[in-house]
């Protein structure tokens, strides 16, 4: 095996997904196979290991320092899960390792200080190498009597949790500890057996598909003595034994340097798609956006490695649509002032035929409330004042067929169109959200808004539908305001940030009010311009799909390339 091979191919691992995770399980899985280091041929076999191993444990026995076991069964040639090499032998977990627990401690044994007593968790943060979160103390008294028991921990004896997150060891460093009956078991250590050896057996994916056979169909995630016991341990000629620990030493710092690069270049490249989409927030024109964006295009490979980076663009496209910046004016559109006045027109219109209520005037927004600048032609009006919030349907026939849309149905992402079930108006005119083609759909209710559900409704069933009370309604002819447009609006940052702040309720149920929505300022362009940047948007959206699959797809072929490469070198 060449470790440099890792080193010519480092540009190629780094590309691949969880690639440092599945390079460590594989040297793990090698370690065990015998595949990692050479064999000795001067090396004593590791049956002679187990004759030593069963002549300790009988004086042990005698000694009255470990209790008697039951004889393991044998292991058939057939139940091998693979070849070793020679001087190697299979044998059952409990012939090689003494394998106990502790003595019952109970809570009225706790004390405020003495000496720790350490359950699986605190296990796992001493695995990890981080500090002790919970203090949990046994008298210095009752310590020394367990002292003189079986399963009392000495230096170099593992701990091994079997409860839960099974699998987390640590080898005893020699402070005074005890340990939680059931939640740990302890592995006593050997002259004979390596147990940094057996740790690298625990941590591969060998104990791993032992374990998950032993446990499967039981009432909850445990791995107790008499299954751990059982479990087939490739034991080596104890030289070996310490080659390959020295070995996965080395491969280990290899992946620690490998996991270093890949966030240090992580880091790199998310600092530079974040320079790049505030280039383009900050673009005073169209030809300054249109260079950012071109560079955006020119580069997308070194700067979008992570799909998170994809969603960054969109969120920049949606906010941008609606600062004006998206699509070039045309100064021969009419202002949205001009919009503004056929919209009161046919307000007065539809209040005249009784077909909607007056409402009270909204203050004009202040320009310590404006937002952001706008361009020419555009203006800043409250969402109130260009159509309706939450109105009401009118459906005469209960056996007409309509739209049923619950939460679940209504995506997160700007360009999926919402789906629907078929009712009875009987079976939804009571209790439910109504709406009809080209209203926009609003979440109002946490984690709904924040996660940015909403739609535009089309389609619908007799163009009805009815669905969950946790969304506001806006509505408004299509030939005056565009739905797709106010959804871009209710999907930019900008609006979801300002409104996650005005949200009312408590912790989980906290909502949207319907007021916030009448009264925020919204950019309104012309009809014309609405158009176009919905068009733009469209567009910059299928490219940014087109971008996230080719990504996707460079990861899986990274991915395949890395185990090809890890086992090529692996074998040389």
């Known amino acids: 095996m060449d470790p440099n091979m890792l080193f010519e191919n480092f540009d190629l691992l780094m590309d691949s997904p969880n690639s440092t995770a599945k390079m460590r399980e594989l040297v793990l899985q090698l370690a065990v196979q015998g595949k990692l280091v050479e064999q000795d041929p001067d090396d004593e076999p590791a049956r002679e290991l187990l004759k030593r191993i069963k002549a300790e444990k009988e004086k042990l026995i005698a000694e009255g320092k470990i209790k008697k076991q039951k004889p393991l069964a044998p292991i058939n040639e057939d139940e091998f899960h693979y070849d070793l090499p020679q001087k190697w032998e299979w044998v059952r977990f409990g012939v090689a390792f003494d394998v106990t627990s502790s003595k019952r401690i109970h809570v009225r044994d706790y004390v ?65 500890f005890y340990y939680k009956d059931g939640n740990i078991t302890k592995v006593g250590s050997h002259q004979y057996a390596d147990m940094r050896y057996m740790q690298c057996f625990i941590d591969s994916p060998l104990f791993n598909f032992q374990v998950t056979n032993a446990v499967s169909g039981t009432a909850y995630n445990a791995l107790p003595i008499v299954k751990l016991n059982n479990l087939f341990f490739p034991l080596p000629p104890l030289a070996e034994q310490k080659r390959i620990v020295a070995k996965v030493d080395q491969l280990m710092e290899l992946c620690d340097q490998l996991d270093a690069c890949q966030k240090k270049a992580s880091t790199k490249y ?27 295009r020119n580069n997308f490979d070194l700067i979008y490695n992570d799909p998170a980076h994809v969603n960054k663009l969109r969120q920049a496209i949606l906010q941008l649509a609606v600062q004006g910046k998206l699509a070039p004016q045309d100064l021969n559109d009419e202002p949205a002032s001009e919009l503004l006045k056929r919209i009161k027109a046919e307000k007065e219109k539809l209040i005249t035929e009784g077909k909607i209520k007056k409402q009270k005037l909204l203050p004009p927004i202040t320009e310590d409330k404006i937002p952001y600048e706008l361009p020419n032609g ?155 940047i919905v068009s733009k948007v469209d567009q910059l959206m299928h490219l940014c799909d087109e971008l996230q699959t080719r990504l996707s797809q460079s990861k899986n072929n990274s991915e395949m390339l890395m185990q090809a490469v890890l086992q090529e070198t692996f074998d040389s």
């Not at 505030?278 to 169209?286: F, R």
Request: with cysteine; charged share 25%.
């Open 112 to 176: 405020p200080k003495g000496v720790s007593f350490f359950r699986a968790k605190e296990i796992g943060e001493l695995r990890n190498g981080k500090p002790i979160t919970t203090n949990i103390f046994i008298s210095y008294e009752k310590f020394e009597e367990l002292r003189l028991l079986p399963g009392f921990p000495n230096v170099g004896d593992l701990m091994l949790t079997s409860v839960g997150s099974i699998g987390n060891s640590w080898i005893c460093d020699g402070r005074d």
């Open 378 to 532: 555009w203006e800043w009006v409250r969402l109130g004042e260009l159509g309706e919030i939450n109105p009401r349907i009118n459906v005469d026939n209960d056996e007409i067929d309509v739209s049923f849309i619950p939460m679940k149905m209504i995506s997160e992402k700007y360009g999926t169109l919402h789906s629907f079930d078929r009712r009875k108006w009987a079976e939804v005119k009571k209790g439910f959200t109504y709406f009809m083609d080209n209203d926009v759909g609003l979440a109002k209710i946490t984690p709904c808004f924040e996660n940015g559900k909403s739609t535009v409704f089309k389609g619908l069933l007799n163009g009805v539908g009815a669905g969950t009370t946790e969304l506001h309604i806006f509505r408004q002819d299509p030939e005056l305001i565009l739905p797709e447009y106010v959804l871009i609006f209710f999907k930019c940052p900008r609006f979801l940030k300002d409104a996650k702040e005005k949200m009312t309720g408590t912790a989980g149920q906290k909502r949207v009010p319907r007021d916030f929505v009448r009264f925020v300022p919204f950019p309104l362009p012309s009809i014309s311009e609405q158009k176009h």
């Open 270 to 296: 998310e600092s530079l798609n974040d320079v790049a989409l505030e280039k383009l927030l900050s673009s005073k024109t169209i030809d300054e956006f249109a260079n950012h964006w071109q560079f955006i």
